[in-house]
């Protein structure tokens, strides 16, 4: 797939789904099932992207994001503080490492 990064506009957390990120992508895009990370986490800890969509008003799942746009992911983070204002997340692991060169 191909790299992607997104900086964490809000989040809030659902007793049902966990966290919820409303995500500009800045870079490439990010779709379901990706594995990412937090820049503030560095790859301690990485989260399987569940859900991605737009929020019009309602929540329309879209399997997808591309740069420049907004839209909600569910990536099963348990607290908000996985997911902080202005963070940066991001493919893991990271473009230019074995596991993660780019395409």
Do not use: K
């Not at 997104?6 to 049902?16: G, L």
């Not at 569940?50 to 929540?59: I, M, T, V, W, Y």
């Not at 983070?77 to 902080?84: C, E, F, G, T």
């Not at 490492?97 to 395409?103: E, K, L, R, S, Y």
Request: hydrophobic share 40%; proline share 3%.
């Amino acid at each position: 797939s191909t790299y992607g990064a997104a900086r964490v506009v809000d989040s809030w957390f659902d007793t049902h789904r966990g966290v919820i990120c409303l995500v500009q992508v800045v870079e490439g895009r990010l779709s379901e099932g990706d594995r990412i990370t937090t820049c503030l986490l560095g790859g301690d800890e990485t989260f399987l992207v569940q859900e991605l969509g737009f929020r019009a008003p309602s929540n329309l799942r879209g399997g997808a994001l591309f740069a420049g746009q907004v839209g909600y992911m569910v990536a099963g983070m348990r607290s908000v503080r996985q997911a902080l204002l202005g963070d940066t997340v991001a493919h893991w692991p990271p473009r230019g490492t074995a596991a993660g060169t780019a395409a």
